[in-house]
C-alpha cells in the first residue's frame, strides 16, 4: 500500500511515538510510506526567519535501520497565531501535491487541521483513518482556540472511513465526539519486546550519574510537560531530603518543565535530582534498567485521563513496576494487579516509592507482573492488526 500521513507534530524531533513504530513496521513490510509534518516547536528557537520554505526528507528512521519513511514539511510561517493560517493553505497544497504525485491508497490523519483537511478533499474518493493517540483538541496551546478544534476534530471524526485508537476509554471519548461506533477500532499501543527487556545492563548508567549501588532510583522519560507532575515530585524531594534520602530522581527527556527542575535543583541544592536531558533512544532501555521504579505522576487533566502513554509499556517490559497517578485511562489498560501502584497526586509519589521498596518480596512480585502484562502488546502483532484494519478500509 502507498499510505499518506499527516500530523501536526514534529516527525524528526519528536517521538518516537505510536506512529513512528507502526509506520517504521509497516516501511519493513514493502509499502510505500510518506508523512507530512510540522514544525512544532518551532515557538521554541531563537534567531528563525518568519518563513520556512517547503523541505523533504527522505529515507528517515527513528527506530529500524532498514525502514524509509519520506517526510515532507510544508511552507511555515513562523507567526504565532498565523501559523494555524498557514497550514490551512500549505497543508491543502501539499495534500493535493500528494495524492496527484504518490497516489496513495489510504491516509492516516493524527492532527487536527490537517487530517481535516485531508478528509474534506478525499471523500469518497480515497479512504480516511483517522488515528487518536490523545483528546487532540485539548493540546492546543491557546485554550481559546481548543473549542473550534473540538468542533474540527468531531467533524473529522463523524466523517472518517475509520477511526483507530489505542484504548478503550479513548474509543469512548471518538464515540461521544461523534465517531460510528462500528467503524472505530482499539489497537493498543506496542512495544518492541526484544529492544525493551529486563537483561539489559543499566549499571553503567548508575555508574556515570553517581548512583550508588543502594539508592532507590526514580525514573521519569518523555516530554516534560508542565503537566507531568515532576514539579510536585521535584519539590516534595527537596523539602524532606533526610527522609528521602535513599531516592535518586532521574528524569530523561526535555520539554517545557525542563527550565524550572533546573531552577529546583540549583535554588535547593537539591543533587538528588538529576537531569540527564534528551537521549538518543538507543539508549532508553539502558535508562529504565538503571532505575527501580518509574514514574508517570501527571496531573489529572483532560489531556491525560483517556490516554495511555507508550512509556508505560517501555516502563513494564523492562520488568519495572510503576507509580501512577490514578488516571482513568491507566486504570481501565492496566487495572490493579499488573505491576502498577497508584496515588492520588504527585506529591504522594515518593511516600509511595518508599514504602514499595521497602517491601522487597511485593517489588519483585510487581517486576514480574509487569513484565507479563506488557509482554501482550508486542509491536509485530499490533503493526499486523493495524495493516489488516488499513487493506479492510483500502478494499
Known amino acids: ?173 471518538a464515540i461521544e465526539m461523534g465517531a460510528t461506533p462500528h467503524k472505530t477500532t482499539v489497537i493498543r499501543a506496542g512495544i518492541d519486546l526484544e529492544r525493551f527487556n529486563p537483561k539489559i545492563n543499566g549499571q553503567e548508567i548508575r555508574k556515570s550519574y553517581g548512583i550508588r549501588r543502594d539508592d532507590i532510583v526514580l525514573l521519569f522519560m518523555g516530554w516534560l510537560y508542565n503537566f507531568s507532575g515532576l514539579r510536585e515530585v521535584a519539590l516534595e524531594l527537596s523539602k524532606a531530603i533526610d527522609e528521602y534520602g535513599k531516592l535518586k530522581l532521574l528524569v530523561v527527556g526535555e520539554g517545557d518543565l525542563f527550565g524550572e527542575l533546573q531552577r529546583i535543583k540549583e535554588t535547593r541544592n537539591l543533587n538528588q535530582l538529576i537531569l540527564a536531558g534528551r537521549q538518543p533512544y538507543a539508549r532508553i532501555p539502558a535508562f529504565i534498567c538503571a532505575s527501580d521504579i518509574c514514574l508517570l505522576p501527571a496531573h489529572k487533566n483532560v489531556i491525560m485521563e483517556n490516554i495511555v502513554p507508550i512509556k508505560m509499556y517501555e516502563y513494564m517490559a523492562c520488568a519495572k513496576p510503576v507509580i501512577s497517578t490514578y488516571l482513568k485511562g491507566v486504570v481501565r489498560e492496566f487495572g490493579h494487579d499488573s505491576g502498577v501502584f497508584y496515588v492520588r497526586e504527585p506529591k504522594e509519589v515518593l511516600k509511595r516509592a518508599l514504602e514499595l521498596s521497602s517491601d522487597s518480596q511485593l517489588l519483585n512480585a510487581s517486576r514480574l507482573k509487569a513484565r507479563s502484562a506488557a509482554e501482550r502488546f508486542d509491536w509485530d502483532h499490533i503493526a499486523s492488526d493495524f495493516e489488516k484494519t488499513l487493506r479492510e478500509m483500502v478494499n
Do not use: C
Not at 517521538?15 to 513496521?25: N, W
Not at 516547536?41 to 525502514?67: C, Y
Open 1 to 173: 500500500m502507498r499510505i499518506l500521513v499527516v500530523q501536526e507534530s514534529d516527525w524528526l524531533a519528536r517521538g518516537p511515538h505510536q506512529q513512528h513504530h507502526l509506520m517504521e513496521k509497516l516501511s519493513l513490510r514493502g509499502h510505500q510510506i510518506r508523512v507530512i509534518d510540522y514544525e512544532v516547536a518551532w515557538r521554541e528557537r531563537r534567531n528563525i526567519s518568519l518563513l520556512s520554505r517547503r523541505q523533504v526528507f527522505d529515507g528517515v528512521t527513528k527506530i529500524h535501520r532498514d525502514a524509509r519513511v519520506s517526510v515532507i514539511r510544508p511552507t511555515l510561517l513562523r507567526i504565532p497565531h498565523l501559523d494555524y493560517v498557514a497550514i490551512l493553505f500549505s497543508h491543502a497544497m501539499e495534500i493535493i501535491r500528494q495524492i496527484k504525485e504518490f497516489k496513495p491508497d489510504i491516509i492516516v490523519g493524527f492532527g487536527i487541521l490537517n487530517s481535516y483537511i485531508a478528509m474534506r478533499l478525499v471523500r469518497g474518493r480515497i479512504p480516511f483513518a483517522y488515528y487518536l493517540i490523545d483528546a487532540l483538541h485539548t493540546l492546543v496551546p491557546f485554550q481559546a482556540y481548543q473549542p473550534i478544534a473540538k468542533a474540527i476534530e468531531s467533524r473529522t471524526l463523524q466523517a472518517a472511513d475509520g477511526v483507530v485508537v489505542i484504548n478503550d476509554e479513548l474509543r469512548n471519548y
